[in-house]
């Protein structure tokens, strides 16, 4: 009974995640079960200093929100970031350009570091994976 539990469980918790759902801007629901893994490497995150700068999207910084910056990703796409080393995930959206340091993939917000664990480290290994809109 005992390995019939230790597999059903973390299979339960994989559908249970997959099977949510995101709102992105525009208050359109997005299924995340269309994931396609993009890249991985350091995350690190920005700055509470940076509140009220503006990004390169034209929005002002908000440390409380969950965004991020990428090089390449279109401003508004949604992007599940992993950490590697505790499961953790948080789907944030891209509204800058960056990480400019190198060896960095993405650079996420204060509140998207702290949903992560990685707001006392400053960064950490993840996996990024785009959400698609279907």
């Known amino acids: 009974m005992r390995a019939v539990s230790a597999m059903l469980i973390p299979l339960l918790l994989t ?3 997959t099977a949510q759902d995101v709102r ?3 208050s359109a629901v997005v299924d995340i079960a269309d994931e396609t893994e993009i890249d991985g490497g350091t995350a690190s995150y920005y700055g509470r200093e940076l509140a009220g700068n503006r990004t390169a ?3 002002r910084f908000d440390p409380g ?3 991020a910056a990428h090089r390449t990703l ?5 992007v599940r ?3 590697t080393a505790n499961g953790d995930s948080v789907v944030v959206r891209i509204n800058d ?3 400019f340091h190198r060896g960095r993939v993405i650079d996420v917000s204060h509140a998207a570091a702290r949903e992560i664990g990685m707001h006392r480290s400053g960064t950490a290994r993840v996996k990024l994976a785009l959400l698609g809109d279907d």
């Open 74 to 78: 279109p401003f508004g796409s949604l």
């Open 15 to 17: 559908v249970s995640a």
């Open 81 to 83: 970031v992993t950490n």
């Open 97 to 99: 350009r960056g990480p």
């Open 65 to 67: 929100q969950l965004t």
């Open 24 to 26: 992105d801007d525009d």
């Open 57 to 59: 999207s034209g929005e």
